[in-house]
């Protein structure tokens, strides 16, 4: 999965995190903080300083499979994502 496809993959949270009335305010809160830190690495180009994204966002997915299996799924997506393109 390309950078680009990537940012689709987190537009693509954005909206479902929008779309999920059942999430607290916390766990939306939450989301976005992790969104916000992928893309600030992905404009940064800091590929090196990590720092537990990919971690992060295997935790968010396990944290969301039962009750939101598409939120999750998404999550999932991001991680491979991050993973190919070493971060």
Not at 38 to 48: C, K, M, S, V, Y
Not at 51 to 73: N, Q
Not at 80 to 85: E, R
Request: proline share 2%; hydrophobic share 35%.
């Amino acid at each position: 999965m390309s950078e680009q496809e990537l940012r689709h993959q987190l537009r693509s949270l954005r909206e479902q995190l929008e779309e999920q009335p059942a999430l607290s305010l916390r766990e939306r809160e939450d989301m976005h903080a992790l969104i916000d830190r992928i893309e600030d690495r992905l404009q940064t180009g800091d590929t090196a300083s990590h720092s537990g994204l990919t971690g992060g966002v295997t935790r968010a997915a396990e944290r969301f499979e039962a009750d939101h299996p598409k939120v999750a799924g998404t999550l999932r997506s991001i991680g491979v994502a991050l993973a190919n393109i070493g971060i």
